[in-house]
Structures are given as C-alpha cells and as structure tokens.
C-alpha cells in the first residue's frame, strides 16, 4: 500500500471515531464542558473543522495558516446550531478527502509552508495526522464520560480481548490495512 492510500484510511478511521461519539450523545452532551477551560465536543468539531480547512485549501500554493481564518474563535462557540457545526464538518472532511486523491507521488517531496515554516508534503500531512487524533481522543474520552455505562465501545470492549483474539487467530495470515474492516463494515 502506499503512503497516499494508508493516510487517506487513517484519516477515514479518526473520522469514524468521532462520527461513532457523535452518534451517541444528544444535543446537551455535544454542548457539555467540564468546566470554564475545557472544551465541548462541539467546540473541538469547529477547531477541527476550522484547521481543516485552512491547511487543505490551496494546499499545495498556499500556506496552510490562511489569512481569513480566526482559530481563537473557533474554541467559542457562537451559537448551538448542531445543523451547521456538522455540515462544517462534513465539507472540511469532504475538502481533506479531495485534497489528498488529487496529490500524486510527485507531490510528496514538494515543499508547503504553514505559518512560513516549510514542510514536505509528507511532513505537512503527518502534521495533521498527529493533531487531528489528538482531539479525536478527547472527542471519544468526553462521549465516554458522558455516557458512562451506556458507552458502546468504538474497539475491543473491556473483557473481550481474548474472544476477539480467538477469532482473530481463527483466520489465515493476511495482509490488509488495520481499517479495512471498519471500512467493509461501513460499506455493508
């Protein structure tokens, strides 16, 4: 598999976690903060989204910190329009997705910038693959504790490792990305 094919699935997979949280809570709980300081699942959906699609947009001619992007106002949250938080969402991901199948092989060594400070593509990619799941995982801790015992698990539930391990070695060695499961299962 090469590079362009396995973040493309990777990218999908942090997707899919956050998407599956989302699908849990209710309209209070993706509003919900701790306290003063933290962040709602909301508001980490607009950060997210909002670097998206700076980074993404012209991504290979412009630097990816864009002149028109606030990113102190994405951690407030002006209003509590789940409607237009998750059409955001959905066209920043939309907007990742199409960036990245129209890079070719050549592209990976260019040089892009982000706040003047030059990157490969690679690098510059592997930048976002390290922040997105940053908040990926805060997305999922925040559903988890929210939804206490009525979480449903997004892996391997608590005491299950050792019959999903006796499936899994119940098959033939293969080779085949660690998403692709989760990919057939949303396909199907």
Same mark, same amino acid.
């Given at each position: ?9 990777? $990218? +999908? ?7 599956? /949280? ?19 699942? %909301? ?14 947009? *012209? $991504?290979?001619? %412009? *630097? ?6 606030? #990113?102190? @106002? ?9 409607? #237009? +938080? $998750? ?10 997705? %199409? ?5 070719? $092989? ?13 990157? /490969?593509? &690679?690098? %510059?990619?592997?930048?976002? +693959? @390290? ?8 997305? &999922? ?25 006796? &499936?899994?070695?119940?098959? +033939? ?5 660690? /998403?692709?499961?989760?990919? #057939?299962?949303?396909?199907?």
């Amino acid at each position: 598999m090469n590079y362009l094919e396995d973040i493309q699935k990777l $990218f +999908l997979y942090y997707k899919h976690l956050v998407d599956s /949280t989302l699908g849990q809570l209710d309209d209070t709980q993706l509003f919900w903060r701790y306290n003063e300081e933290s962040n709602s699942v %909301a508001v980490l959906i607009q950060h997210i989204s909002g670097n998206m699609k700076s980074r993404f947009t *012209d $991504f290979l001619t %412009a *630097d990816g910190e864009k002149e028109w992007r606030n #990113r102190d @106002a994405e951690f407030e949250l002006v209003d509590q329009d789940k409607d #237009r +938080l $998750f059409r955001e969402w959905e066209e920043s991901w939309n907007h990742l997705f %199409a960036t990245l199948k129209n890079l070719e $092989f050549e592209d990976l060594s260019r040089t892009v910038y982000i706040r003047n400070q030059g990157h /490969t593509v &690679v690098e %510059a990619i592997n930048r976002q +693959l @390290a922040h997105y799941p940053y908040h990926v995982g805060q997305i &999922v801790m925040l559903g988890k504790m929210m939804k206490g015992n009525n979480w449903r698990s997004l892996s391997i539930p608590k005491g299950e490792s050792q019959a999903y391990n006796a &499936v899994k070695f119940t098959q +033939l060695r293969h080779v085949e990305h660690f /998403t692709d499961e989760m990919l #057939r299962h949303l396909d199907g």
